[in-house]
């Protein structure tokens, strides 16, 4: 997918200027904190079973190269051909390969965020073969010529109910419908054709289970099923990083994912797939392949941001995060919104490519409290803001400007003058009226809110006068 | 018992902006019977270059802090973000120098946000001020998600006859400040801070309390933009002292 991160802060201008995302923004919003919140009171001890999450994920990703081995032999012993891909190029590569060899002109797809990464639909466009996406969020914006999705499991999240009616009385050419279930079931009718005259389905995968080389998929449509078990040939498509060594390891953290991602103590279908169809059953494809992608996850093994890796793709730092919250996901320019976005987008999109993004959070930890496997999001956001400057990313005014003011810093004297000056320019600029509307110090502060004036006076100054005094302070 | 020797860390933004705050605090802490030394050569705990990726920067300012602090039996800020980063940050800083994380860790063992401090370690059962009327606290970030300070300042404001508290909602969302954040993204930040006002005045109350002055600047700031005139915004400090 093309890189707009370098454009975050004029996306996030547009996102604060469309009233119409800003109002579809706080309409989600309240849903998922919410939902959430309910959803895990009814889980016994949500501490422990976050614990246990951590405990699997890590087993997983610090000897990474032993499990991804040990998922390939057991998903070849089911009849599943594994491949492997260095990048988004190669997975476009390989997917057209393995539709040409089975003669497919069609590909009806479940939700995969990696094919997002790679652009896989425009890759089979070239080559002549259909993608369809059947996930409704998705279906939604690949009408609405190829609009990239907004959040990783609600991706039309940003579109109201009016804007769907619209979209699809003019791409359907129906009469337009403002009930959910009517234009549910108008895209149901539409999907349902592509569905049957597929040849070959696509999916992405919540987890890769070791034990018994299996994908497993969270899906609240039933559309993954449709994908996974109609079309002859299904290949799926995820991260190195998804593999979780046991079934019993998965109930775990199934216990956590669609809790934390939707509110939802179970999603609506959860499939555990293993293998090509056998001779006595009726259902499931002739063939599968699994695709398992680097696309810049190995050189974050064991690395500073290792713990990264753990990302169960639950959607619940950005649905926390205040930042998210009032500019949508667009703003972040690239595959992943909000926090997990800000570190992922620099670490598999090239950090040059993302210079405000691990600056655009309050750092209010609020993504760290709400994280189900415990990914340290703000110390991350700040080990990049770390990296950007030992690599001289950063704006030379501003590395400037925080050089000389740690440098002031170490020096009292000296800091403590500038300290007086600041107190009384800053005093003198608000004049009579208590604040400042706008100051050209820092003029992003002003552009939304006023500066309040201080004092005057520093309290070193004030500390030291009172200290003169001769009566003691306390008769004060 | 001897009395309990504290090094008030007064925090770069209350000496720059509030003194009246430190002075608080200062209040508070005598009253409670300690004995408050505020070192003359302080400055800025390195937060903002640590946040900002300047770790050099930060780990010569946390060096400088520790020297000049770790005399004293408490250090206590009236600020939970300059506490947190103390507490919480100082002893990851020096990894590749076992003697300074060993000063860090004993340091950041005996550093307190405000309120805190008077709750857990000196049990205060009385405060000095009175203040009429009613409040709505906000919790800043660093202070609720860092060092878990929620009840203390509600237990300290229950003290006060005249105080009544009106509990906004979603009194733990981020306030948009976030430091360098809020000049580095103004419209989103001043955004975010929209809605937390619009939630102070939801609550009725005449005054927004809360801890930490970096958030109650862009707080104040949004309300008066905003066109609100009377709703205080007050340090907590400032309130127990009686100097509201």
């Known amino acids: 997918m093309e890189i707009k991160s370098m454009r975050f802060k004029a996306n996030a201008s547009a996102s604060l200027a469309d009233m119409v995302l800003q109002g579809n923004l706080k309409n989600a919003k309240g849903k998922f904190v919410t939902k959430r919140a309910e959803s895990l009171k009814d889980l016994d001890d949500f501490e422990g079973t976050r614990d246990a999450a951590v405990a699997i994920r890590n087993r997983v990703i610090d000897n990474l190269d032993l499990w991804l081995e040990r998922f390939e032999q057991k998903a070849l012993d089911t009849g599943a051909k594994v491949l492997w891909a260095r990048d988004g190029a190669e997975v476009c590569r390989l997917v057209t390969e393995i539709a040409k060899s089975h003669g497919v002109t069609k590909v009806a797809k479940s939700k995969s965020m990696l094919s997002e990464e790679a652009g896989l639909n425009q890759a089979l466009e070239a080559a002549g073969i259909q993608p369809v996406e059947t996930d409704l969020g998705e279906y939604i914006l690949q009408v609405d010529n190829n609009e990239p999705p907004s959040h990783i499991i609600a991706p039309a999240v940003h579109k109201s109910l009016n804007d769907v009616a619209d979209l699809f009385h003019k791409v359907h050419g129906t009469p337009r419908k403002t009930e959910i279930a009517a234009l549910t079931r108008e895209a149901r009718e539409v999907l349902r054709s592509h569905f049957l005259s597929a040849e070959m389905g696509l999916s992405g995968g919540n987890f890769l289970v070791a034990e018994t080389g299996s994908v497993a998929l969270v899906t609240n449509e039933g559309n993954g099923r449709m994908v996974t078990t109609m079309p002859r040939v299904h290949v799926v498509i995820t991260g190195i990083e998804k593999v979780i060594p046991t079934l019993e390891d998965l109930a775990t953290v199934m216990r956590l994912l669609p809790r934390s991602a939707t509110g939802q103590s179970i999603p609506n279908y959860f499939s555990i797939l293993t293998g090509v169809k056998k001779p006595e059953e009726r259902d499931g494809p002739e063939h599968l392949y699994f695709i398992l992608v680097d696309s810049g996850r190995a050189d974050v093994v064991g690395g500073d941001f290792h713990a990264m890796l753990r990302c169960i793709r639950c959607g619940a730092c950005m649905n926390h995060c205040p930042v998210y919250q009032t500019i949508g996901g667009h703003a972040y320019g690239w595959v992943y919104p909000g926090p997990m976005g800000s570190v992922l987008t620099p670490l598999y999109a090239g950090i040059e490519n993302s210079i405000d993004l691990p600056h655009a959070a309050t750092l209010c930890n609020q993504c760290g409290v709400v994280c189900p496997v415990k990914i340290p999001l703000p110390a991350l956001l700040r080990k990049l803001r770390e990296k950007q400057t030992e690599r001289g990313l950063r704006p030379l005014a501003e590395r400037i400007g925080l050089r000389l003011w740690a440098w002031a810093a170490q020096r009292p004297k000296l800091y403590a003058l500038g300290a007086r000056i600041g107190a009384r320019y800053l005093k003198w600029l608000a004049g009579d009226s208590n604040r400042i509307r706008r100051l050209a110090l820092a003029p992003e502060w002003t552009l939304g809110r006023d500066f309040p004036a201080p004092q005057g006076k520093t309290f070193r100054e004030l500390y030291a006068a009172r200290r003169r005094e001769p009566e003691p302070r306390k008769t004060r | ?244």
């Open chain 2, 1 to 244: 018992m001897a009395r309990v020797r504290v090094g008030l860390f007064v925090t770069c933004l209350v000496d720059l902006m509030r003194p009246r705050i430190g002075f608080a605090a200062l209040k508070l802490l005598e009253t409670a019977g300690c004995e408050v030394i505020v070192p003359d050569t302080q400055t800025c705990c390195g937060q903002p270059a640590w946040n900002s990726g300047d770790a050099p920067g930060a780990v010569a300012l946390a060096k400088k802090t520790i020297a000049e602090f770790e005399g004293f039996d408490y250090v206590v800020a009236p600020s939970g973000s300059c506490g947190d980063h103390i507490r919480t940050e100082y002893p990851g800083m020096f990894a590749a120098e076992p003697d300074w994380r060993d000063r860090a860790t004993a340091l950041a063992s005996r550093t307190y946000e405000l309120t805190d401090f008077l709750v857990t370690v000196l049990k205060v059962d009385s405060v000095p001020g009175d203040y009429e009327g009613t409040v709505t606290y906000h919790d800043s970030c660093a202070g609720l998600r860092g060092l878990g300070i929620k009840q203390q300042p509600r237990a300290l404001l229950a003290r006060m006859k005249g105080v009544q508290l009106k509990e906004m909602n979603a009194c733990e969302e981020c306030c948009g400040f976030g430091g360098t954040f809020s000049v580095k993204f103004g419209e989103v930040s001043a955004a975010i801070a929209g809605r937390k006002c619009d939630n102070i005045l939801a609550s009725g109350a005449q005054a927004v309390v809360g801890g930490d002055l970096g958030c109650l600047l862009n707080i104040e700031g949004k309300l008066r933009r905003m066109g609100d005139e009377t709703t205080r915004v007050l340090h907590v400090a400032e309130v127990l002292a009686g100097d509201a």
